[in-house]
């Protein structure tokens, strides 16, 4: 088979999958050579993976063997194809130079949940690059594991992914060419990991029942649990309805790199100001132990002129998610968040700004 493509394959297996579990099957990858194919399984306890290397099977047969051990052996070849044999407790992975030989792993291989039924099926650079966007915004605490997720819901206008960790938000919405609802919420870090897999596929397949969420692909799969829990739909979709007071359309990059820089004077509570003004938007900063800064970056103001306190991490967090793209800046009344939108896309990203408490 072709050394290149099985080494690919074991390499997403060990990439996508945690190795933190105790139990050895956790760590582990199940060969299946049937037909014209190798099929690679593997669990770390949660996220189930498939994937399929054309292959010429000389007889049927299975292994399982350590997962890190075999994609750091094929990482290493560089022969164009590689033949896999078991030879009594070993697999041997040979090529025309060379011989390696890994244990088999004599622990009970755990039956796989099936893919639930599909959905949908979507342009996979398009849900990579709107998960990407989107999943950013979701809180990494665990003990709010709601917010936690990519909240995923088939609506009018398309299918709708929003996240939030209550101090951002970011929601974006893609074409939906199915008739099947969807209603589900996703772990974000596993969402990401499941969007990016088909990095060569042109089309990815959604799957989903009320526990399970599956994304498909010609050569593989990945499955997940939901987190079986869903958002208050009526709050966010009043946070959603903005009346801007001031908007100020300007470069995403600009904006991302100017945050970045003001955040090193930006204190003990990561405060940067943004100062909209004709023409232009100052963002500053200021801290008595690390001086200051201040930076002007041109823009086309609308409806007045406006100051706003923000996180630095999260302003530079919002406007590189339009990254390459004009962005306009939405500031709200008194203490609602802030909104960037950009025409090139559909993402709408949230950020609350600071009270003038925090910001002292």
Partial sequence: MDAGALADAATLANRLLTGRSPQPVHGAVRLHATGPALELSATDGTLTLRLTVPATVREPGEAVVPRRALAETLAGLSAPTARLAVEGRRLAVRVPSARFALPLLADPW??????????????????????????????????????????????????????????????????????????????????????????????????????????????????????????????????????????????????????????????????????????????????????????????????????????????ADAARAFAHAPVHVRIQESNRATELTSPATTLRYLVVPMRPTEAT
């Fill in 110 to 315: 755990p039956p796989l949940p099936a893919l639930p039924p599909p959905a949908a099926t979507l342009p996979a650079a398009d849900l990579r690059s709107t998960v990407a966007a989107v999943a950013g915004a979701a809180s990494r605490d665990d003990a709010l594991p709601i917010f936690t997720g990519v909240r995923l819901r088939t609506t009018e206008a398309g299918l709708s992914l929003l996240a939030t960790d209550r101090y951002r938000m970011a929601a974006a919405t893609l074409p939906w060419p199915s008739t099947t609802p969807l209603e589900t919420l996703v772990p974000a870090t596993v969402l990401t990991r499941a969007a990016s897999a088909p990095s060569r596929a042109d089309e990815v397949t959604l799957h989903a029942s009320p526990d399970l969420f599956a994304v498909s692909w010609p050569a593989g799969s990945l499955l997940t649990p939901t987190l079986g829990m869903t958002y208050p739909d009526a709050q966010f979709d009043r946070l959603l309805s903005t009346t801007p007071e001031c908007v100020a359309e300007l470069e995403a990059d600009a904006l991302a790199a100017a945050a970045d820089r003001a955040a090193r004077y930006a204190g003990p509570h990561g405060r940067v100001t943004l100062h909209v003004i004709d023409g232009a938007v100052l963002v500053q900063a200021s801290d008595p132990l690390h001086g200051e800064s201040e930076e002007t970056l041109k823009a086309t103001v609308h409806y007045g002129q406006g100051t706003r306190h923000y996180q630095a991490r999260l302003l």
